[in-house]
């Protein structure tokens, strides 16, 4: 997924740009043109979750696979991806890019997924 991330404090100001998905056989399809359009509500859940709207929020330290992160935000957050959806309690950092997210600890369903590694680079796409 090619995101633009515009202000983000604003999901508004947040657009899918280009999306390519590889099946479990190989084949990679490519979203374009009404059917872009027509998946990007779909997408909105997921793109919210990346808002980073931290001021007021209590602040904890947080350990991760990725190290110990100082004055994390904690707050509660809400994912959404089509029909699923969670809730769940976050920890994130300014240090780290994108989202901020550091762990986070299920409410509703029992899971805790947690940064393992992170850094301004170095990322590449299993896609053509």
Excluded at 65 to 80: E, L, P, Y
Excluded at 98 to 111: A, E, K, W
């Amino acid at each position: 997924m090619l995101l633009f991330m515009g202000d983000r404090m604003n999901p508004a100001t947040m657009e899918v740009r280009a999306v390519k998905m590889k099946d479990r056989q190989g084949h990679v399809t490519e979203f374009t043109g009404p059917m872009m359009q027509l998946m990007k509500s779909m997408w909105q859940g997921s793109v919210n979750m990346l808002v980073v709207a931290w001021q007021g929020q209590p602040q904890e330290d947080a350990d991760a696979a990725a190290g110990h992160f100082s004055g994390c935000f904690k707050a509660r957050t809400d994912a959404s991806f089509g029909t699923w959806h969670s809730a769940s309690t976050s920890w994130s950092h300014p240090a780290v890019p994108i989202s901020g997210l550091v762990r986070s600890q299920g409410i509703d369903h029992p899971y805790t997924m947690e940064l393992v590694a992170f850094g301004d680079g170095g990322a590449t796409s299993e896609l053509p």
